[in-house]
């Protein structure tokens, strides 16, 4: 990293480390005093209501959305208006999101490598390996040169996690990525997503997948209102929540 | 009606019998009117005289035109007069469209621009071009603007280089010295190595990632080398200003009011569409797209570059040279200020000399079809090649 | 930190950028330099009244307004008799009375409003406005019809009459039956890759050569007819647009219900595509008004060129007098357009929701 290094503490060993943050949209307060800290390697699933503000969390991980109070430092960096910082954090920091938001225009082998050329300086040949083998493990390697408009829904999910991957992130941040499939697909996405988990890389999900999230997650974090109400190991969260809402939410989704 | 009957006439039921039938009728139908017409034609033709054929296209013309491209006198023949307007519509049309697409741009991007005045301006200007009347703007800076200057003796002047006043606009006209050759080889040569730069610094980029300053290399070579080769060799063009002679100016190179008012028309009232154009498709490419650029740590201009601009233009093309059609139709609004286009050389004097009226317009719309029809085929190339694949 | 209010508003859309600070700044300087001189020009420094140009030649640093108002009526109807002109009224308020009638979206039995709109109506204003001696009324010739009413006459009739021809050009290039396909693009294609003054002229000069002598048309008749044409390939687009985006699904109920093609298409695909397409065709009556100027090319008198008739007028010369006509007929014609235009976005703001 060049420049000054104000604001970076490489010392830092959280991952990301949210301190009394709070946003608003307009007069809607969506971030209330949110509070938490994700060390590297730990898999945190966020569940909670519509509108509980969850999707804007982890939006503002990557700066996406930008936050009005408090601090967030990921990877040992604050994040700031400094646009250098933030291009530092984005590097560092892969989004899968709900809609995929692949490019319609490129293949998706140009897909994974159109990062890793233009901002890691990849030499295109090292590219496209490093492609090759991510889309090899996420299982889509025979639709290299298709167009995302020609894949189903689940494969371009799947060709999203490894443009994602391909950029050798230290953190990955998963926005509902299974609420724009049919069911038949979910399953593909979330052993991906789960193998991935298993080989140690720092993530949050948010999901409503109950299932992916006992399995996998290090703690869960029940979000309502913009709010964390509470955070567990999945065994305790699921069979013994402690507040009220978060018993009234299980009993909503687990029937 | 007894089943014997019924089944003969039952084949009239079947789709494709009825089918046939329409199509016959139809046909008929147009044969029917087309032959009347040309029956009425031409015995209303012969009746007042109109000349039946094409033979009025070697004869005499005996009008003078203004602005002519190639050579052309009072003595030259219809079909001269035909391809002198022609060229000049061309003309209007190539100065115009790259003009208009500047404009337009500029004006499209003020419109998406995140500050506020910018872009309410540029509303403002969008809205007014789009509801006002081509013709109004035409007869507006024709009448008004261009043909109530100063004569030539008071012209308006810009640095002394550049003159306006009633009988038209004159700028510097270059005319070439013995250095011209020279550094118009030296201008094509820069845009070789520029060009030849840009593809080996893509191939050292795919091989080693290293990216290098293309646009700089590439400027630095256009202004440059030219710029060397005037410091050697002596300035390539020298510029022929115009000066008062008389009653009027001489020299220069003279933009009549007619061609000035048309272009300035033109450029105005289309860049308004063409910037509406460029707003909505960039809009149209959803904000998903740039965030997912953004995350993956592309900055802003990167992410324009290869993510958001690549995926407007798909949507901007089509529309767009909609307008640069439009252009060329538009043009032939120059009847209306005395603007020697096609249409009102052709389809104006020499039809009301020569009466040729069938044979005049059929000329002049074929004119304006062919170019259509090209452009349509060129776009519907563009489309097949360049759409988004889909299932 | 300014996380509200007018002043947050303004860091965010005004200033923030050093970039867009300078580009703020110069937009307030050039509105600043601008507007008071436009509005004074317009307003305070113009000349209101008067019979002649006097007045405003002497006082030539505003608009002189007074022209406008003096020939206001000829700029309404051209020179259309005086004693006759409540006829033009009539034709105009039960126009206007019918048109809101059937853009209204909740008004009720629209379908009777259409009838008398395209069938009854054409025919009321056309006796109307000439006149017929069996009723008494004096034929006024179309040679004096001119002004606002003329455009607005033209700029109807067009639409009224393009729109059947649309709509069956429509059907026709939907059609799996090659000679009407062919038909109906060629006709498309023929008219959309021309200019419209070449329809006109073609209109105006080549339609007495192919009718017979004794059918030979008037001069209204003839660019009415090239308006017709022109504006029915336009409006065949617009409800080939509309066809296209109603679902397969729509065809395939209808047709399993066992309605024939006549059927279906009037009693379902139609009255869903042409709602669909409605923002469309008030679009193409801008567009189609707009282009009603170019009939003064084959001597029709429209509101345009009425405009430069009374410029020319002796009586008013003056340096500010064609300025001031060409300003009023811009706002004329902006204030129009941009109504329609704001009309024609409230529907499909309607229709879009109902479709949700």
């Given at each position: 990293?060049?420049?000054?290094?104000?604001?970076?503490?490489?010392?830092?060993?959280?991952?990301?480390?949210?301190?009394?943050?709070?946003?608003?949209?307009?007069?809607?307060?969506?971030?209330?005093?949110?509070?938490?800290?994700?060390?590297?390697?730990?898999?945190?699933?966020?569940?909670?209501?519509?509108?509980?503000?969850?999707?804007?969390?982890?939006?503002?991980?990557?700066?996406?959305?930008?936050?009005?109070?408090?601090?967030?430092?990921?990877?040992?960096?604050?994040?700031?208006?400094?646009?250098?910082?933030?291009?530092?954090?984005?590097?560092?920091?892969?989004?899968?999101?709900?809609?995929?938001?692949?490019?319609?225009?490129?293949?998706?082998?140009?897909?994974?490598?159109?990062?890793?050329?233009?901002?890691?300086?990849?030499?295109?040949?090292?590219?496209?390996?490093?492609?090759?083998?991510?889309?090899?493990?996420?299982?889509?390697?025979?639709?290299?040169?298709?167009?995302?408009?020609?894949?189903?829904?689940?494969?371009?999910?799947?060709?999203?996690?490894?443009?994602?991957?391909?950029?050798?992130?230290?953190?990955?941040?998963?926005?509902?990525?299974?609420?724009?499939?049919?069911?038949?697909?979910?399953?593909?996405?979330?052993?991906?997503?789960?193998?991935?988990?298993?080989?140690?890389?720092?993530?949050?999900?948010?999901?409503?997948?109950?299932?992916?999230?006992?399995?996998?997650?290090?703690?869960?974090?029940?979000?309502?209102?913009?709010?964390?109400?509470?955070?567990?190991?999945?065994?305790?969260?699921?069979?013994?929540?402690?507040?009220?809402?978060?018993?009234?939410?299980?009993?909503?989704?687990?029937? | 009606?007894?089943?014997?009957?019924?089944?003969?006439?039952?084949?009239?039921?079947?789709?494709?019998?009825?089918?046939?039938?329409?199509?016959?009728?139809?046909?008929?139908?147009?044969?029917?009117?087309?032959?009347?017409?040309?029956?009425?034609?031409?015995?209303?033709?012969?009746?007042?005289?109109?000349?039946?054929?094409?033979?009025?296209?070697?004869?005499?013309?005996?009008?003078?035109?203004?602005?002519?491209?190639?050579?052309?006198?009072?003595?030259?023949?219809?079909?001269?007069?035909?391809?002198?307007?022609?060229?000049?519509?061309?003309?209007?049309?190539?100065?115009?469209?790259?003009?208009?697409?500047?404009?337009?741009?500029?004006?499209?991007?003020?419109?998406?621009?995140?500050?506020?005045?910018?872009?309410?301006?540029?509303?403002?200007?969008?809205?007014?071009?789009?509801?006002?009347?081509?013709?109004?703007?035409?007869?507006?800076?024709?009448?008004?603007?261009?043909?109530?200057?100063?004569?030539?003796?008071?012209?308006?002047?810009?640095?002394?280089?550049?003159?306006?006043?009633?009988?038209?606009?004159?700028?510097?006209?270059?005319?070439?010295?013995?250095?011209?050759?020279?550094?118009?080889?030296?201008?094509?040569?820069?845009?070789?190595?520029?060009?030849?730069?840009?593809?080996?610094?893509?191939?050292?980029?795919?091989?080693?990632?290293?990216?290098?300053?293309?646009?700089?290399?590439?400027?630095?070579?256009?202004?440059?080398?030219?710029?060397?080769?005037?410091?050697?060799?002596?300035?390539?063009?020298?510029?022929?200003?115009?000066?008062?002679?008389?009653?009027?100016?001489?020299?220069?190179?003279?933009?009549?009011?007619?061609?000035?008012?048309?272009?300035?028309?033109?450029?105005?009232?289309?860049?308004?569409?063409?910037?509406?154009?460029?707003?909505?498709?960039?809009?149209?490419?959803?904000?998903?797209?740039?965030?997912?650029?953004?995350?993956?740590?592309?900055?802003?201009?990167?992410?324009?570059?290869?993510?958001?601009?690549?995926?407007?233009?798909?949507?901007?093309?089509?529309?767009?040279?909609?307008?640069?059609?439009?252009?060329?139709?538009?043009?032939?609004?120059?009847?209306?200020?005395?603007?020697?286009?096609?249409?009102?050389?052709?389809?104006?004097?020499?039809?009301?000399?020569?009466?040729?009226?069938?044979?005049?317009?059929?000329?002049?719309?074929?004119?304006?079809?062919?170019?259509?029809?090209?452009?349509?085929?060129?776009?519907?190339?563009?489309?097949?090649?360049?759409?988004?694949?889909?299932? | 930190?300014?996380?509200?209010?007018?002043?947050?508003?303004?860091?965010?859309?005004?200033?923030?950028?050093?970039?867009?600070?300078?580009?703020?700044?110069?937009?307030?300087?050039?509105?600043?330099?601008?507007?008071?001189?436009?509005?004074?020009?317009?307003?305070?420094?113009?000349?209101?009244?008067?019979?002649?140009?006097?007045?405003?030649?002497?006082?030539?640093?505003?608009?002189?307004?007074?022209?406008?108002?003096?020939?206001?009526?000829?700029?309404?109807f051209g020179s259309y008799p005086l004693a006759e002109r409540w006829r033009v009224d009539a034709v105009e308020a039960i126009g206007a009375l019918l048109?809101?009638?059937?853009?209204?979206?909740?008004?009720?039995?629209?379908?009777?409003?259409?009838?008398?709109?395209?069938?009854?109506?054409?025919?009321?204003?056309?006796?109307?406005?000439?006149?017929?001696?069996?009723?008494?009324?004096?034929?006024?010739?179309?040679?004096?019809?001119?002004?606002?009413?003329?455009?607005?006459?033209?700029?109807?009739?067009?639409?009224?009459?393009?729109?059947?021809?649309?709509?069956?050009?429509?059907?026709?290039?939907?059609?799996?039956?090659?000679?009407?396909?062919?038909?109906?693009?060629?006709?498309?294609?023929?008219?959309?890759?021309?200019?419209?003054?070449?329809?006109?002229?073609?209109?105006?000069?080549?339609?007495?050569?192919?009718?017979?002598?004794?059918?030979?048309?008037?001069?209204?008749?003839?660019?009415?007819?090239?308006?017709?044409?022109f504006s029915a390939a336009y409006m065949a687009e617009e409800v080939r647009g509309g066809l296209q985006s109603l679902t397969r699904g729509q065809y395939?109920?209808?047709?399993?219900?066992?309605?024939?093609?006549?059927?279906?298409?009037?009693?379902?695909?139609?009255?869903?595509?042409?709602?669909?397409?409605?923002?469309?065709?008030?679009?193409?009556?801008?567009?189609?008004?707009?282009?009603?100027?170019?009939?003064?090319?084959?001597?029709?008198?429209?509101?345009?060129?009425?405009?430069?008739?009374?410029?020319?007028?002796?009586?008013?010369?003056?340096?500010?007098?064609?300025?001031?006509?060409?300003?009023?007929?811009?706002?004329?014609?902006?204030?129009?357009?941009?109504?329609?235009?704001?009309?024609?976005?409230?529907?499909?703001?309607?229709?879009?929701?109902?479709?949700?």
């Amino acid at each position: 990293m060049s420049g000054s290094s104000a604001g970076v503490d490489p010392g830092d060993a959280a991952a990301i480390r949210f301190s009394n943050v709070h946003k608003w949209y307009g007069s809607f307060h969506v971030l209330r005093n949110i509070n938490l800290t994700v060390e590297r390697g730990e898999r945190i699933v966020v569940c909670g209501p519509s509108g509980s503000g969850k999707s804007t969390l982890i939006r503002c991980i990557n700066r996406l959305e930008e936050h009005q109070r408090g601090s967030i430092v990921v990877d040992g960096v604050e994040l700031t208006d400094n646009i250098k910082r933030i291009d530092e954090v984005r590097r560092e920091v892969g989004m899968v999101f709900q809609s995929f938001n692949l490019f319609p225009h490129l293949t998706i082998l140009e897909n994974c490598t159109l990062a890793p050329v233009w901002v890691r300086k990849m030499p295109k040949r090292d590219a496209e390996e490093l492609a090759t083998k991510l889309l090899a493990r996420v299982k889509i390697l025979d639709q290299a040169h298709k167009y995302p408009g020609q894949l189903s829904g689940g494969q371009q999910q799947r060709a999203a996690i490894a443009r994602a991957l391909c950029m050798t992130p230290k953190i990955m941040l998963f926005d509902e990525p299974t609420s724009s499939l049919d069911p038949e697909m979910v399953k593909e996405v979330l052993d991906t997503v789960t193998a991935l988990a298993q080989e140690g890389m720092t993530m949050i999900v948010v999901t409503h997948e109950m299932g992916f999230a006992r399995q996998v997650a290090d703690r869960v974090v029940f979000m309502d209102i913009g709010e964390i109400v509470e955070v567990n190991a999945p065994i305790p969260f699921f069979d013994h929540p402690q507040h009220e809402r978060t018993k009234l939410f299980l009993s909503q989704i687990l029937r | 009606m007894d089943p014997a009957s019924a089944k003969r006439w039952s084949w009239l039921n079947d789709e494709r019998a009825r089918g046939l039938i329409c199509q016959i009728l139809l046909l008929g139908c147009i044969g029917a009117l087309a032959c009347g017409a040309i029956y009425n034609a031409v015995i209303n033709m012969r009746a007042r005289g109109i000349p039946t054929g094409f033979g009025f296209w070697n004869d005499v013309a005996g009008f003078d035109i203004n602005l002519h491209l190639i050579s052309y006198s009072n003595l030259s023949t219809y079909g001269q007069a035909f391809w002198v307007g022609l060229l000049n519509t061309l003309l209007i049309a190539v100065i115009s469209i790259p003009l208009a697409t500047l404009l337009g741009f500029a004006i499209g991007v003020a419109r998406l621009s995140p500050n506020w005045l910018l872009s309410r301006f540029a509303l403002v200007y969008t809205s007014i071009m789009r509801n006002t009347p081509l013709l109004l703007l035409l007869l507006f800076w024709y009448n008004s603007v261009l043909k109530a200057l100063p004569g030539p003796r008071q012209s308006i002047s810009v640095g002394d280089v550049v003159f306006l006043n009633n009988r038209g606009l004159y700028l510097p006209m270059p005319v070439a010295r013995e250095s011209a050759p020279w550094f118009l080889g030296a201008v094509l040569l820069a845009a070789a190595l520029a060009i030849a730069f840009r593809l080996w610094a893509q191939w050292r980029q795919d091989r080693t990632g290293t990216q290098a300053p293309t646009v700089l290399v590439a400027a630095a070579l256009i202004l440059g080398l030219p710029a060397l080769v005037t410091a050697a060799l002596g300035a390539p063009f020298v510029f022929d200003i115009a000066r008062l002679s008389g009653f009027n100016l001489r020299g220069g190179l003279q933009v009549i009011p007619e061609m000035a008012a048309l272009v300035f028309g033109l450029v105005t009232f289309t860049a308004a569409f063409i910037a509406e154009i460029v707003r909505a498709g960039v809009l149209a490419v959803p904000i998903g797209q740039s965030e997912a650029a953004g995350a993956l740590g592309l900055h802003r201009g990167l992410s324009m570059k290869l993510v958001v601009i690549p995926q407007a233009m798909r949507l901007i093309t089509p529309p767009l040279t909609s307008q640069y059609l439009n252009i060329v139709k538009n043009s032939s609004l120059a009847v209306f200020i005395g603007y020697p286009d096609l249409v009102q050389i052709f389809a104006g004097t020499v039809l009301n000399q020569t009466q040729a009226a069938v044979q005049v317009m059929a000329i002049t719309m074929a004119v304006y079809l062919v170019i259509s029809l090209a452009v349509a085929m060129a776009l519907n190339l563009f489309n097949a090649r360049y759409t988004l694949k889909g299932r | 930190m300014l996380s509200s209010g007018a002043l947050a508003w303004a860091r965010a859309n005004l200033f923030s950028s050093i970039g867009s600070t300078f580009v703020t700044v110069g937009c307030v300087a050039l509105a600043a330099y601008l507007l008071p001189q436009l509005v004074a020009w317009a307003t305070t420094r113009a000349n209101w009244s008067g019979t002649d140009g006097a007045v405003c030649r002497q006082h030539q640093d505003g608009a002189c307004w007074a022209f406008v108002i003096a020939k206001w009526d000829y700029l309404r109807f051209g020179s259309y008799p005086l004693a006759e002109r409540w006829r033009v009224d009539a034709v105009e308020a039960i126009g206007a009375l019918l048109i809101v009638w059937l853009l209204w979206t909740n008004a009720p039995r629209r379908t009777w409003g259409a009838l008398l709109f395209f069938v009854a109506y054409p025919i009321l204003a056309l006796v109307l406005l000439r006149g017929s001696s069996l009723l008494g009324l004096p034929i006024v010739d179309t040679l004096l019809w001119g002004g606002i009413f003329v455009s607005l006459l033209t700029a109807v009739v067009g639409i009224v009459f393009s729109l059947p021809l649309g709509v069956l050009l429509a059907l026709g290039r939907r059609s799996s039956l090659p000679v009407v396909r062919a038909a109906s693009v060629a006709f498309i294609e023929f008219v959309r890759g021309v200019p419209f003054i070449t329809i006109l002229f073609m209109a105006n000069n080549l339609l007495p050569l192919f009718v017979p002598e004794a059918w030979a048309p008037d001069r209204l008749l003839r660019p009415l007819a090239g308006i017709i044409i022109f504006s029915a390939a336009y409006m065949a687009e617009e409800v080939r647009g509309g066809l296209q985006s109603l679902t397969r699904g729509q065809y395939e109920a209808a047709v399993a219900l066992g309605l024939n093609y006549p059927r279906m298409m009037a009693l379902v695909i139609l009255p869903q595509a042409l709602t669909l397409v409605i923002p469309g065709i008030v679009n193409n009556f801008i567009g189609l008004f707009m282009d009603t100027t170019l009939i003064s090319v084959v001597g029709v008198t429209d509101f345009l060129e009425a405009m430069n008739n009374a410029i020319k007028d002796p009586v008013w010369a003056g340096p500010t007098i064609m300025v001031t006509g060409y300003v009023f007929a811009g706002i004329f014609y902006f204030v129009f357009c941009y109504g329609m235009a704001r009309y024609s976005a409230h529907v499909e703001r309607i229709l879009a929701k109902g479709r949700k």
